[in-house]
């Protein structure tokens, strides 16, 4: 069939270039659109994202600092973490501004479900001690989660950052936006 050989463009929002793609991968990208939660394994990714981010010191935590490293480095953040539902309406202003921020530049962005789920995620993995002034790569941690930079490692991406990069990609052009929320487990 003539429809199944004609490639298609779609614009990749990160790299503003057009790529061709067959009918079987707009058809893989339609079903991840109509259920964007398709993976039913993207929040132990992300929790495995962040947690590696955590041990190689590319973790940025709070909206503070995650503000000061989007306005200086940009181009060094893989993902913007985000909680979804929160109470004060500060937080909620800083995270509208960042989230608008990311939108504008390219940033991956997504939200997950729970602050409470993602400061327990910050403070490391079951079983592993803080160190003792909780600190990580120079920014503090553990008490400020509105706001979660995972920035890009120095060699490639693990299997679970590869994962999570990709289901954003698909998520991004299911809309205009990140609609979907993460659930992620501690």
């Not at 202003?93 to 921020?101: D, G, N």
Request: proline share 4%.
């Amino acid at each position: 069939m003539f429809i199944a050989t004609c490639p298609l463009l779609q614009r990749d929002r990160s790299t503003e270039i057009y790529t061709t793609m067959t009918l079987t991968e707009i058809n893989e990208n339609t079903n991840m659109q109509k259920d964007p939660q398709h993976n039913p394994n993207i929040g132990s990714n992300l929790r495995e994202a962040i947690w590696q981010g955590l041990e190689q010191e590319r973790l940025t935590c709070g909206m503070l600092d995650c503000a000061k490293l989007l306005e200086s480095n940009p181009e060094n953040v893989m993902i913007c973490v985000i909680p979804e539902a929160v109470d004060d309406v500060t937080v909620h202003i800083h995270q509208t501004l960042i989230v608008a921020f990311c939108l504008e530049n390219g940033i991956r962005l997504v939200r997950v479900d729970s602050a409470d789920k993602l400061l327990k995620l910050v403070s490391g993995r079951k079983g592993t001690k803080p160190n003792d002034n909780d600190v990580v790569g120079g920014r503090a941690i553990g008490h400020d989660a509105g706001c979660v930079i995972v920035q890009y490692p120095e060699d490639s991406l693990s299997a679970e950052e590869d994962v999570v990069m990709q289901w954003i990609k698909a998520m991004m052009y299911a809309s205009d936006g990140p609609t979907a929320v993460v659930n992620i487990s501690v």
